[in-house]
Nanobody, 114 residues
Framework: QVRLVESGGGLVAPGESLRLSCNVS????????LGWHRQAPGKQREMVAR??????NYADSVKGRFTISTDNAKSTVYLQMVSLKPEDTAVYYC?????????WGQGTQVTVSS
């Protein structure tokens, strides 16, 4: 079992930045893949960023603006978001995949509005 707890969401104006954190209950080195997804009202959940064996992948809509990173000592995965747009408004979820399952956090709300 892997527990994930997100934090760092909030209300920001367009163009501002925000950093999301996801605390992972297991050593990150034991996790095959870590990622961030988001779900806007009325839309399907979509992958935003993922890190697998050191390789990073991003959705086209966030490339150049979002960065996924990990701090192994803190067992935390981050999503740094800059130049935020109103269309980035969504609930952001952290997820982890290992040989025993796929786990999700409870989500954190990000609202981009003037």
């Amino acid at each position: 079992q892997v527990r994930l707890v997100e934090s760092g969401g909030g209300l920001v104006a367009p163009g501002e930045s925000l950093r999301l954190s996801c605390n992972v209950s297991r050593r990150i080195m034991s996790i095959s893949s870590l990622g961030w997804h988001r779900q806007a009202p009325g839309k399907q959940r979509e992958m935003v960023a993922r890190i697998t064996s050191g390789r990073r992948n991003y959705a086209d809509s966030v490339k150049g603006r979002f960065t996924i990173s990990t701090d192994n000592a803190k067992s935390t995965v981050y999503l740094q978001m800059v130049s935020l747009k109103p269309e980035d408004t969504a609930v952001y979820y952290c997820d982890a995949v290992n040989p025993w399952g796929h786990y999700w956090g409870q989500g954190t709300q990000v609202t981009v509005s003037s």
